[in-house]
């Protein structure tokens, strides 16, 4: 590129953006008065400097954050980059930003300003007024979910309400689960599985929940507070039993079928059966697809 005049790196990148794809434009500006060239004429790229040693030939324009919305946008990219100073003309990816920053960036600023950007506006605009640019013009979209307030029983949401229906057909009930063997390598803790499948109990209302017709025949969903481990948690010892492998599957369809979605109020939502055998351990576990909407 020719320039007659000095320019500073903000300029060019910002000219750039509009002639090429993001990941084509370069990291480093360098200004040199002439080529070197080989004798045949050719660009000597072995005589080309390093973009270290020159960048500061290439300056950039400081202008800080001002307004509200400027200082609430800098804010958010100073948490999500970690650092104190921001220019307007900054851009993110040069800031020391990367793709899973980039979309810690994204849910803040969509939270902060109620907004509906996608991660491509983030790549497209990296730049800090670039992006102020794209929340003046997004519509106000994003709407923060409140937190219900407590209750004994909650209503059961459409998608909830859709599942629980279609699983009322015959041959359908069984469908709507989630089964699953997994293989668990090493020496395995007893006590230190209950109390990792405890606390992901604990963590999670939805698999302490329980599903129940009302007096006025509505389903509707129970959340328990206190965790019960011994109902979901079963340890199988298959070290000496013959045909461990067979004996497996029959567990697994047994599991499958009888946690079903009509007999949700005799069984929990989510079970786990550890079997040990000869060849190690397998956790076979099985969820009622119902509650997968509040995960």
């Known amino acids: 590129m020719t320039v007659r005049e000095s320019v500073n790196r903000t300029t060019l990148r910002a000219h750039l953006e509009y002639i090429l794809p993001f990941h084509m434009i370069p990291s480093h500006f360098v200004i040199l008065n002439e080529w070197p060239l080989t004798p045949s004429g050719k660009i000597d790229r072995q005589q080309l400097p390093a973009p270290e040693n020159y960048e500061t030939l290439v300056t950039d324009i400081f202008e800080p954050p001002v307004t509200e919305q400027e200082l609430q946008l800098a804010a958010i990219w100073q948490d999500v980059l970690g650092c104190e100073i921001i220019s307007l003309h900054d851009n993110f990816f040069d800031r020391g930003g990367n793709s899973l920053k980039a979309t810690r960036l994204l849910l803040k600023i969509n939270k902060a300003f109620r907004t509906d950007l996608s991660l491509k506006d983030i790549f497209i605009k990296p730049v800090m007024k670039h992006q102020l640019m794209l929340i003046d013009q997004s519509q106000k979209l994003f709407d923060e979910i409140p937190v219900a307030e407590p209750a004994d ?94 004996r497996l599957e029959y567990l697994l369809k047994r599991i499958y079928q009888n946690h079903s979605t009509c007999q949700m109020a005799l069984y929990c939502v989510c079970r786990c059966i550890v079997s040990w055998t000869k060849s190690g351990f397998f956790a076979i576990v099985c969820i009622i697809s119902l509650v997968m909407p509040g995960l």
């Open 153 to 246: 029983s909650y209503p059961l949401s459409s998608s909830q309400q859709r599942i629980y229906i279609a699983s009322q057909f015959d041959m359908a009930n069984i469908a709507y689960n989630m089964a699953g063997v997994y293989v668990l390598e090493g020496n395995l803790c007893y006590d230190a599985l209950t109390y990792a499948f405890s606390a992901l109990i604990e963590r999670h209302q939805i698999l302490r929940t329980s599903f129940h017709e009302d007096e006025m025949g509505r389903v509707r969903q129970y959340i328990s507070q206190s965790v019960e481990t011994d109902r979901r948690l079963f340890m199988l010892d298959l070290r000496e039993t013959k045909d461990a492998e067979t």
